[in-house]
């Protein structure tokens, strides 16, 4: 198991300094690569947005472009993962029973705010997720379904306790899970698209997550009548 980080208030200066640089430099990356894209980015702009000289870049980040982008996937991921932790403790059958429905509404709505708080690190997701996926390098292709991957199989555990506990069908869990995330993928694509037209008329993160739910749990038929 990899070892917790030490908190921030625990290190010296010079560290201290050190990871504030580096999240300024990933900040500026994540707008750069929002605005332009991996291949239209350039690290002369993320180092004049991040008010550095390029070699203090190569100093955090040796290998550039490329080790900029996969940093800051991996803190998408990383964030995803905490959000999937945190919608879904541990519980016995019972309170599975009676709360499946709240605790799997509850972590799409979380998934809403984030991308809703960090709309740059959704299109960059969306734009690199995609880019990779039809790539001919086989490397970033792996690196990114490994990520989906393990989010899948996190996800993946509290659909088999609602399963085990009567609350869900016996369907495939890691199915599930990626029916989850797509829903919630391509929902917030959407709402992002109508935002960009007219923002006015954008659902807010409650509706969106109330209608996902009922999509989902719900479904679209209505039962014959009697």
Not at 102 to 108: A, E, K, L
Not at 178 to 188: K, V, Y
């Amino acid at each position: 198991m990899v070892p917790e980080p030490a908190p921030e208030a625990s290190l010296g200066r010079r560290e201290r300094e050190r990871l504030a640089r580096r999240r300024d430099i990933l900040a500026a990356a994540r707008s750069v690569f929002a605005e332009r894209g991996f291949v239209g980015a350039t690290l002369e702009e993320i180092a004049v947005r991040a008010e550095f000289g390029k070699g203090t870049l190569y100093n955090y980040f040796p290998e550039g472009k490329d080790e900029l982008l996969f940093a800051v996937i991996d803190d998408i991921y990383e964030t995803l993962g905490h959000l999937v932790r945190e919608s879904f403790p541990d519980a016995q059958p019972l309170v599975w029973r009676e709360q499946a429905r709240q605790r799997f509404s509850g972590f799409i709505e979380r998934c809403f705010r984030y991308f809703e708080s960090q709309r740059d690190l959704f299109l960059i997701l969306t734009k690199e997720a995609h880019r990779m996926c039809f790539s001919d390098q086989t490397d970033r292709l792996a690196y990114f379904l490994q990520h989906r991957q393990t989010l899948t199989a996190l996800l993946a555990e509290p659909v088999r306790q609602a399963i085990s506990a009567g609350a869900m069908r016996p369907l495939p869990a890691e199915a599930v899970a990626e029916m989850l995330f797509g829903n919630i993928h391509g929902l917030q694509m959407h709402r992002a698209l109508i935002q960009a037209q007219t923002p006015e008329s954008t659902r807010s993160v409650e509706d969106s997550a109330a209608f996902l739910s009922a999509f989902l749990f719900d479904g679209l038929l209505l039962d014959p009548p009697a």
